[in-house]
């Protein structure tokens, strides 16, 4: 195990328009407000056609993510933390559980989910956890959390 200590910091209220994307939403703001490290919970609602990466594809010696495309504006509620990457640009990781008429998926939104009439995300800022840093595994292609040894 790998681990940062941090403490935390501001606390941000957002209220996604519709038809905003998430993940860029999110990011956009973080660089704006100088949030290198964090914490994201959404709730709201996702557009039809927004797509969550739902796992890799099986059976290939690549990892190659498999993407669905969710079928009309569904409940939406999601998690997600943002680390720097290299660059020291936020990258943000979200996982999220979205349903429609007792079905659910859950996935990654780094695929596309679009705002469908309610967004709204706390993020909270986490200070002094600067070891934390996404790394792009040359494995994977993914851009992993790493922490930096003391």
Known sequence: MQYAEGSLGRVFVLRLEE???LNESIEKFAREKKI????AFFLG???DGSQVVVGPEAGQEAIIPLIHALQGAQ???ALGTIIPNE???PLLHMHAAAGR??????GC???GVEVWLVGEVVLLEILGAAAAQRRKDP??????LGIAKK
């Open 19 to 21: 038809g905003e994307m």
């Open 36 to 39: 290198g490290h964090g914490l």
């Open 45 to 47: 609602g996702s557009g």
């Open 75 to 77: 409940e939406m509620l």
């Open 87 to 89: 660059a020291g640009e």
């Open 101 to 106: 008429e007792g079905r659910a998926t859950v």
């Open 109 to 111: 939104t780094r695929a």
């Open 139 to 144: 494995e994977t292609g993914f851009q992993l």
